[in-house]
């Protein structure tokens, strides 16, 4: 019998939020394992966190959430109480956000198909501010709102082609994203705006660039914004006169799992200096966007899972959860440390520790990081993945007809509530085609 008697989850060196030992046993009886449990006051405090690492910049600074990375109408009601913008990529992500307090008014709508019909869907809902990133798009969005017979403010996204480090990079090399500045074909960020300019039904709002996910060294947004600002110069010499009123300089913000990373401040402090320069430099003084997804949400949440098995093997010691990659992708895609804990924990093993999955896959191996604590880990004890809340819930997938667990989230009052009732085998079956078997 495991005693759930002693003290609190996250202790010196782990990461908030906090919960204690009892609280998880009681929602594990409750609601089985594995599960999510989010906490709502963690995603509020990461907004703050934000907002003040762009403090410094002299215009209007707005954070933006990028819904891909979680789209748990919970968190989303979170984040629309926050009056923050939403960076939304399909249109069914822009009905989670209507559907959960969200105003279309706050969305930036960047899109990778860019259809007209996708376009005219989402004009009529009401959005307004749209990026276009490929010539196509731009006659795309035109069509789309000349149909619905309003105004669109449009941004055009760069791909400013800098040098990236970070886990998932998206500018060079990657012309999937955005476009070149200035290039020979239509498709370059010069054309586009050329003909923007001049199309009516759409005005010209500003520039989005996204340079990847997880950036650990900050310069690549320095440099991509000194690339900017020449192009906004040079186009204008060219073009006339033009208004900056939004700069979207996407996502990207790291997060720690397990190792130490640039804060907002630290990302803020190297760059809004540049930024207040660039407002000078181009006189406009826009409205500042960072869009975020990992770092709002991924804090956020812990996966609990149970210990289920332990073997030796050599020398090593085996321990077995019943969660896996299916409920945690990136483990075995980006192989991300999780920090992961036993609760409650014990004596660090002596012998050498392997976490591993309930996947028949040899996969399902999670990597284990230095703040990890697996010490005390018996059969029938709770295991503990942090960080776990971007890009993991809304990838769950049925892989060895596991369904997908609940999501649980503590309020900021203080108590639990179910953010998403998890499936069951009937359900899961049923989605599966079993209930096409009669036809
Ligand atoms: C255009 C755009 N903006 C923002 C983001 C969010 O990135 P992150 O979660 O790293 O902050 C992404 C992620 O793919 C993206 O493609």
Same mark, same amino acid.
């Given at each position: ?21 009892e609280?998880?046993y ?44 979680n ?31 969200g ?24 959005v ?11 006659l ?35 012309g ?36 990847? =996910?997880?950036? &650990?060294?900050?310069?690549? #947004?320095? !440099? %991509? ?6 192009f906004?110069?040079?186009? /204008? ?66 996966l ?5 098995n332990?073997? =030796?093997?050599? &020398?090593?010691?085996?321990i #077995?959860? !019943? %969660? ?10 980006? /192989?991300?440390?999780y ?5 409650p ?52 997938m ?26 069951d ?15």
């Amino acid at each position: 019998m495991v005693d759930t008697r002693t003290q609190s989850v996250s202790r010196a060196g782990l990461a908030a939020p906090r919960f204690a030992d009892e609280d998880l046993y009681r929602l594990a009886e409750k609601h089985g394992t594995p599960y999510f449990l989010i906490d709502e006051a963690t995603l509020r405090k990461k907004v703050s966190e934000m907002e003040q690492g762009f403090s410094e910049y002299k215009g209007v600074f707005r954070v933006a959430y990028s819904v891909k990375a979680n789209f748990n109408p919970s968190v989303i009601r979170t984040f629309a109480s926050e009056g923050i913008l939403f960076d939304l990529t399909a249109a069914n992500e822009l009905v989670f956000v209507l559907k959960s307090g969200g105003s279309a008014e706050n969305v930036m709508y960047t899109s990778i198909t860019e259809t007209a019909e996708e376009y005219e869907k989402i004009v009529r809902m009401g959005v307004r501010k749209i990026v276009v990133a490929s010539y196509n798009g731009l006659l795309n969005l035109t069509e789309a709102a000349t149909k619905a017979g309003v105004v669109v403010k449009a941004m055009i996204r760069v791909n400013p082609e800098v040098h990236v480090h970070a886990e998932l990079r998206g500018s060079m090399g990657h012309g999937k994203f955005g476009l070149q500045f200035n290039g020979g074909s239509q498709d370059s960020a010069f054309y586009v705006l050329k003909k923007l300019l001049n199309t009516p039904g759409l005005e010209f709002e500003g520039f989005h660039f996204h340079l990847g =996910s997880q950036i &650990e060294d900050p310069a690549c #947004y320095a !440099d %991509a914004i000194e690339k900017l600002e020449a192009f906004i110069l040079g186009a /204008r010499r060219q073009l006339g006169p033009f208004t900056v009123n939004t700069l979207d300089i996407g996502g990207g913000l790291p997060v720690p799992y397990g190792k130490k990373v640039p804060t907002p401040k630290d990302l803020g402090g190297k760059i809004v200096e540049q930024l207040n320069s660039l407002v000078e430099s181009i006189g406009d003084r826009f409205t500042l966007v960072a869009e975020s997804g990992r770092f709002l949400s991924a804090e956020s949440t812990v996966l609990v899972s149970r210990v289920v098995n332990i073997k =030796s093997f050599g &020398e090593a010691k085996y321990i #077995y959860v !019943d %969660a896996g990659y299916h409920v945690l992708i990136d483990s075995a895609l980006l /192989r991300h440390e999780y920090p992961v804990e036993v609760v409650p924990g014990g004596k660090p093993s002596p012998q050498k520790v392997a976490l591993v999955g309930r996947l028949c896959d040899p996969l399902d191996v999670f990597p284990i990081s230095s703040r990890s604590k697996l010490g005390g880990a018996e059969v029938g004890k709770l295991v503990v993945f942090r960080e776990v809340g971007a890009y993991s819930l809304v990838m769950n997938m049925p892989f060895h007809s596991q369904p997908r667990p609940p999501v649980l989230m503590r309020t900021s009052q203080g108590g639990y509530a179910v953010a998403r009732k998890g499936q069951d085998a009937e359900k899961l079956f049923a989605d599966e085609g079993g209930d096409c078997l009669s036809n």
